[in-house]
Every structure is written in structure tokens, then in C-alpha cells.
């Protein structure tokens, strides 16, 4: 503390901060980096002044004092400034003198985030690191009666559809009778779902969608990614990767002016429509990109004014009830690309999921249904409904397909399942656990983040600082300063690294459970889990 | 692993004949079980092939309520085959107090209906019947229906066989199906023993369905009531052939597209890749993992093998024209048709469906990358 400063309420030691900034004054260089790095300002050069009295030991010599100065950094305690725990600062010190540490007791920054009397906000995840998905085991493995699989040898077919599956009776009447036939997409189960266009940086999007173009023409994998809310750029609109993209439309509407003037002269149809009502991370709220990011290219491609927030309202002006939703939403979106497109809604994952379901079912252009559970991450949101609200994804989904199940429909109206995919890194088995209790398909944000750019988010309150656009690793930022720091390319070959480790480790899952033929879409009989009451309200194994 | 092993013959046999062939391939089966399957029957059926026959193992109470139940809907007895039994069965088979197979004439109410509502009816009467059975465990009922008779039992097939004294009652069967193991995927229950019967489609399978759960779910949703059961993975063939015929009217090569969909690759190449891709995204539920050779009845008497996408299980078509088996090993073949010309043996691969029509000339091989022979 200064030594002119005052103590006030909000007055905060550094063992009062979540992150406390370790640094070595014997390392050190100060060279700068750290201090140059830090997205947050949370660490300064700091000007020591030491007074050293030195008494001495005989009768003659008298004690003296002497001042001296050194230089180090300093940890700024103020609510404002207080570090995030990025790590960018160890990231870029060359002699490893510098890194944040945990506070092991509770922190007390917690008390006073609300400055000015507004809640906490922040980009990222619940602070939850469990994981029921974690938890499910793969139980029917194919011992002596039916041989289990190679997983390098045997092919495997795991592409999923997307898109409104007649019933096969209808589907061979409407064959016979030339009648209109629902658009289909044969897509791989993986699909990287919406994060808001603008929210991500340029070459953050661009890496991405180079990863995909190349997963798709070289890999042969169909993959395919929402775009989120906001638009798309122009010359991908009219490019033949459109047809790897699912648009998204929000109650903002934010983009698509440009997309509709695009239509004319797509090249290509986008592979779906996703309309979104809600996120799984911050459900019941709208979308919002915050006026950090919505720079130039943003606000032209979004159609708005610089510099402002946009916040997409939790209700779309048009719509007051499922039905209205439904019919008219899903209806105009079919219509704009003249039926040839699947057009689906995406929803949080709530207890009133499954009346959205039965709305759907009873709607012939619903191309499926896209449920976002509670361990989704968002670029931006209050603390408290990204660590309160929300419905986990697992119930939820099963709810869904086992009533899918009841009436018929499940071949029908795919299921796509987001929320938590791969929250500790285990992505494929998460996704397989989702898909054998019903979903067609899953969709993840947070591990590509994590996986493709580096992301340094946690869920143990680690950096969440996308929504003010300072990114310390470029991918949620709209500064070029920053997002420099990222390589397109760089992203773009993670995208292909992981998902053909996710392939395989799909395979190293579907090899032993004896299936290659079709993705186990529904294969209950094949997971377990250790708590009764799970297994009971899921419908698997309990096993111990 | 299941053995299996049918035979279709302008010659009435002896089930016997399958069951000697079941005990050529011992070594391939646990001899835990018995089920057979006899249509276009011979012997004392053979001049009352209109009439509905039931099959099936009753207690003498179970006996008495079926009496009570068929009077009611106004069955008469047409002829009855009494099945004799020695005091002690041999070990491992359960005391039985009456295996039944008995015909009957239609109720006269039922006169004026057309034969498909007749046969419709038939259905509601064994599952009733198979209803009333659980409760109290008197009865059970493999299948009603004309011209099909139906016998399951636990116990080595050939030792239940001579136990049953099969050759003595002189029934016999221009179509025959044994399977020689009891269900061993799940709880052991006759149901679940092959070869499974529906409204004239039966099939028997070697091996188990991986795929079983999802398949089982969408069957029961398609809102048939005779979709029940399920006590075996591999009861679901029979549906699925039913489904495509009775539903989809789809004729007997769409079968494997449906259970086993070409890769993308080869249906883009397909004359008939729009109808294939359509079946693989409607049927998608249908979708069988394998590993399983399955082999199957159609209600006009064509016998077929078809194999899982991977070919993980032993089948082999033999014969010559009037008599063709269908078999899990060569064995079991050979001990059936052993004067036949081996070189035209016919090993159904992962394309292929193998299948003997009702004039038994000859074996024909459909491929799926052939051009469907008709579509719905």
C-alpha cells in the first residue's frame, strides 16, 4: 500500500486476490514482457526503496543508514485490476521468474466485484470441474458371443444426419408421389457449435473454418460449424464452403441483412439454419457482444454502429409462444432457401425442454432440435447465470430421446446435445456417453477454443475474460494488437488435429462395443454408471 | 455360437434330418437348445393346409384355458398330434406335461372375412394366448398360423428330438429350420429361442446383435402389436422382414440394404442409389451391427441367408434342384445332401443374400451393388 493511501471497504491485500503473482527478484531481467503481456494491467514495474541500517560491532564506529532502490513488479490489488490467472506473463518471461498462484483460503475479491453496483460479468464456464459425463462407463463389451472390432482395421461409419428422417413409410410414399422430401445432411457427429460472429477474432474464425474446409476436402470428414449469431463474412457467403456452415439466426437478427442480399448469389446452400433461443451457459438471457469488439468489420458485417453492445434479447419480437416460434420462424428460414436447407431450433436445456420437443414433432419443416445444458461456455454473461442457472445436459437429453422413443419419432427429429462436451479434456467419450443415450449428434465450443487455440480458460475462475475483447491468446478479440498473436494456419491444423484424435478415440470406443455400422445412436445397454439414482433417471447400467 | 441349418426339399423330411445335421456341427454349439420351424407340411397336415395350426408346450391347467378360450372365439379342432413322452425327459430339458400342435377350423363368424383379416385375427390370438400364459406360466405359444408348425425346447436338439419321438408321429415338412442353442444372451426363456415366427416370416440367427436396443426401440414404436417379445436379440430379424415386406412392401433384396446400408461410396455408384440412400436414413434404426448370419422364411416358402456387413459368422448354400440346406458348417450340409455337387457351394459374403425360391431350382445370389429387383 502507498504510503499516502487510505483503507476504504473495498481496500484488498494480495492475500485478499484469487491470483497472487509469484516473481522472482533473482531471475528477473526486467525486461518488461510480463507487465507489457498482462491483459488485465494487474502487474506494473514496481520502484522498491529499502532503508538498511547498519550498526557495527565496535565502540568507534557509529550506526549509519543508507536507502536503496530497486526494480521489480509489483501486483496491483485494486477490485479492477486484479490478475485472472492467464499465466501470459510466465507465458512470455524469458527466465521463468514470473507466474500467478492460486490463493489456497477463499479469496475476499468476490465481495467487491460489483463496483458501481453492477454484477459481476465474464466470459467463459461454470466454475464447476465435475462432470457426470465423466462418469459413464462403456459396460457392454464385446467379449467371446459377438467378437469386438479393430479399431484400426475395420472401417466404421459414424456420420450422422441432420435434418428431418421421414418415417420410412412416409418416405417411400413421398418417393413415390414425387412429393417434397425434407433436406438431409449426412454430417459428421461433431459439430463445433455457435460462439457469436464478432466474438471470436479474425484469424480465430479463419482458422477454423480452414480446418473445416480441409477436414472436408481432404479428410473426407463432413464436419461442419455454426457460425453463432451475428452473420457471416461476405465472400464466404458466396463461397463453396458455405456448404460446411450452419448459419445462425437470433433474436437480434444481427447479420442478415447481409445473408438475405447474399442469397442471389450463394454458390453453394449452407448446410442448416440453426434459429437460437437460448444458450446453455447463460440460459433464459440473449446473446451479447459487448462494444469492446464490435469494431469496423464487425459492425458492417453485423449491419449496426460501431462501438455499441448488442445484446440479443432472450425473446425474438415475433414470437410469444413455441407455436408462434415454430410456425413462423422455422417456416421463413425453410422458405428463404426454398425448403432445401434444414432449419432447427437451439435451445438451453431446461425442464420444459420437452414441450419445445413435442411442438417440433407435430411441425414438418422442424429439422431437429439442438439442446445447449448448463456447462456450455459463453463469451459473455453474468457470474451468476453462468454458475446458477441452467439444466445439465444428460437428463435432459435422455428426457427428450426416451419420449422421442414413446411416439415414434425417433429416427425423426435429431437430437444434437452441447453443454460440457469434453469439460475435462475427455471429448469423445463424452460425446459417445451423449450419443448412446440418444443424441444424433454433439456440439462443442469450449474444447476447440481450448484444444485449437489455446485457450486458457478453466473452471476454476482462469482468466474468463473474453467478453471485454482482451483475449491474452487473440481468440476472442477484436484488437489486432492481440489477435496477432494468433496464426490462422496454426488453428486451423489444431482443428484437424483434434478432431482426427477425436476420431480415433471414437473408434477405440465403438470397436469394443462391436459397432461400425452406424453410429450407436440410442445404445443404452451399453453405458453404466456407479450411482443408482443416475442410472435409475437416465435408464443405464448401475454398476459397481 | 448358435448352429443353424434349413433345408427346403420338393420331399417332405423328417425334422430329424435337421437335427442330425445340427449334431454334425456339435462342436459348433452348446446343445443347449432346440428350435424348429416346419412349413408346407407333409404328413397327416398335408390335406389341411387352410387351417390354422397352433404350437406350442401347455400345462394341463394352461390346457384347459386355452379349451375354454378357443371355444369362446368358436375354434373347433380340426386334428391333433399327440406327442407321447417318456417318464423322464433327459437331463437339462424340463418336465413338460403336453407339447401341442393342433389345427383347428375357423370360427364361423370369421367365415365371410377376407383371408388377410383372418390371418390378422390369428395374430391377436397368440399373442392373447401368450398374454394369458405369462401370468401363471401354462402356457407357451410359438406360433398359430396355417401350415406351421413350431417346437421349442432346452436340451441337446438331437436328444430332445428321439425324447419328442419327432419321426414316429410322422409329421414332416417341405421346409425346415433348426437352431441348436438356447438364448444365452440374456435370461434363458423359450421365447427367446429361435427360429422366431410372425405372421408367415420366420427367421433364426447365429450370433448376437450388437445393435439390438435401438432396433428393438423403434420396432415397438412402430405401433404393431405383434412387435412384442424381444426376450432375444435376434428376435428383431423377424420383425425388421416383416416390417419391410408388410409395411414398406419391399421385396426380399431390400432386406439387406435396410439391416446392412451400403457405404457411401459404392450407393453413389448404385442404379438405385436414391432409393438406397432414402432406405438408409428412413430404416436408419434398423441398422444391425452383427455379427450375425441370418437365415429366413418368406410367407410363400423362398428360404434365404443373408450375412452382417463384417461376414463374422460361418453359412454355407448347397444342393441341388429339389433340395437345398442352408447351414452354419459344410458338415451339417453334407450330412443332409451329401450326393449334391459341391463345387456350386455358395458362401453368402458381406454383399450377398443367398436365396432358394418356392420352385427350389436353384440358388440365386442377389448382390447389393445389383439393381433392386423391384421397388416399393
Known sequence: ?544 | MCRLFAVTSDTPLSPMKALEALDAMREGHDGSGVGLFMRDLGGPFATIKGAPILSGIFTDAGLKKLDALMMDIGFMTKYRMGIRLPDTPPEGTPSRDIYLIRAYDYPRAWENLAEEEKLRRLLKVRLQLREMGETDGDMIVFSFWPDVVMIKEIGDPLTVGRYLDLDRHGITARVIMAQGRQNTNYAINLYACHPFFLEGFATMTNGENTAFIPVKEFLESRGFDGYIGFQSDSEVFVHILHYMSRFLDLPLDAYKHIITPLNDATMDIHPNSRMLRLLKQSCRRLIIDGPNCIIGNLPDGTLFMAQDSKKLRPGIVGGKPGIWAFSSEVCGLDTVIPDRDKSKDVQPMHLDMAMVGPDRKEVRVCRQTDRLSRQA
Not at chain 1, 24 to 31: A, G
Not at chain 1, 168 to 190: S, T
Open chain 1, 1 to 544: 500500500m502507498s504510503a499516502n493511501g487510505q483503507i476504504i471497504p473495498s481496500s484488498l491485500s494480495i492475500s485478499d486476490l484469487p491470483w497472487q503473482i509469484r516473481w522472482d527478484q533473482d531471475k528477473c531481467t526486467l525486461c518488461g514482457s510480463c507487465t507489457a503481456v498482462c491483459p488485465v494491467n494487474a502487474i506494473e514495474l514496481g520502484v522498491f526503496r529499502k532503508r538498511e541500517i547498519k550498526a557495527g560491532t565496535g565502540f568507534a564506529e557509529k550506526p549509519s543508514s543508507s536507502q536503496t532502490v530497486r526494480y521489480g513488479i509489483r501486483q496491483r490489488t485494486s477490485p479492477a485490476y486484479a490478475c485472472v490467472g492467464c499465466a501470459m506473463c510466465s507465458l512470455v518471461c524469458p527466465n521463468d521468474a514470473i507466474a500467478p498462484a492460486r490463493n489456497d483460503g477463499s479469496d475476499r475479491l468476490r465481495y467487491h466485484i460489483n463496483q458501481g453496483g453492477q454484477p459481476r460479468s465474464r466470459g467463459g464456464r461454470r466454475n464447476d470441474s465435475s462432470g457426470l459425463l465423466d462418469q459413464i462407463k462403456f459396460i457392454r463389451i464385446s467379449m467371446l458371443t459377438d467378437p469386438a472390432l479393430d479399431a484400426g482395421r475395420h472401417t466404421f461409419d459414424v456420420n450422422t444426419l441432420l435434418g428431418r428422417v421421414l418415417e420410412p413409410r412416409d418416405a417411400l410414399k413421398h418417393q413415390r408421389e414425387h412429393g417434397w422430401m425434407p433436406p438431409v445432411r449426412e454430417i459428421y457427429p461433431l459439430v463445433i457449435g455457435g460462439m457469436s460472429f464478432g466474438a471470436l477474432s479474425p484469424t480465430m474464425w479463419e482458422g477454423l473454418q480452414m480446418g473445416v474446409a480441409y477436414l472436408n476436402e481432404e479428410m473426407g470428414m463432413p464436419v461442419r460449424i455454426c457460425t453463432g449469431e451475428g452473420g457471416c463474412p461476405p465472400r464466404l457467403l458466396r463461397s463453396r464452403f458455405l456448404k460446411y456452415v450452419i448459419l445462425q439466426i437470433a433474436s437480434g437478427y444481427f447479420g442478415w441483412d447481409e445473408i438475405i442480399h447474399a442469397i442471389p448469389e450463394m454458390k453453394e446452400d449452407p448446410c442448416a439454419i440453426e434459429i437460437k433461443y437460448g444458450q446453455g451457459a447463460k440460459p433464459g438471457d440473449g446473446g451479447l457482444l459487448m462494444w469492446h469488439k464490435v469494431n469496423k468489420l464487425i459492425a458492417a458485417i453485423r449491419g449496426v454502429p460501431e462501438r455499441v453492445s448488442l445484446p440479443s434479447p432472450p425473446t425474438h419480437q415475433t414470437q410469444y409462444s413455441i407455436e408462434e416460434s415454430v410456425a413462423k420462424m422455422i417456416q421463413s428460414m425453410s422458405m428463404a432457401w426454398g425448403f432445401r436447407v434444414p432449419v432447427y431450433p437451439k435451445i438451453s436445456a431446461t425442464s420444459t425442454s420437452l414441450a419445445v420437443l413435442n411442438n417440433l414433432t407435430r411441425n414438418p419443416y422442424a429439422a431437429g432440435l439442438a439442446i445447449d445444458g448448463e456447462d456450455g461456455g459463453t463469451g459473455a454473461a453474468y457470474n451468476v447465470s453462468m454458475n446458477h442457472m441452467g439444466h445439465p445436459i444428460a437428463s435432459n437429453l435422455r428426457d427428450c430421446y426416451v419420449n422421442l422413443v414413446k411416439v415414434g419419432k425417433q429416427n425423426e427429429i435429431p437430437l444434437f446435445a452441447g453443454g460440457g462436451v469434453g469439460k475435462n479434456g475427455n471429448l469423445a467419450a463424452n460425446a459417445a456417453a451423449l450419443i448412446m443415450m440418444g443424441a444424433s449428434g454433439v456440439q462443442t465450443g469450449k474444447y476447440i477454443m481450448q484444444a485449437a487455440a489455446g485457450c486458457l480458460g478453466s473452471e476454476q475462475d482462469r482468466c474468463n475474460i473474453c467478453n471485454i475483447g482482451l483475449c491474452p491468446k487473440g481468440i476472442a478479440s477484436q484488437d489486432p494488437r492481440i489477435y496477432r498473436r494468433l496464426d490462422a494456419e496454426k488453428v486451423a491444423e489444431r482443428v484437424v488435429d483434434l478432431y482426427l484424435a477425436f476420431d480415433m478415440e471414437l473408434r477405440k470406443i465403438l470397436a469394443p462395443l462391436g459397432r461400425s455400422t452406424s453410429l450407436p445412436i440410442g445404445m443404452s445397454d451399453a453405458l453404466g454408471i456407479n450411482d443408482y439414482h443416475t442410472a435409475e433417471r437416465l435408464g443405464i447400467r448401475y454398476v459397481v
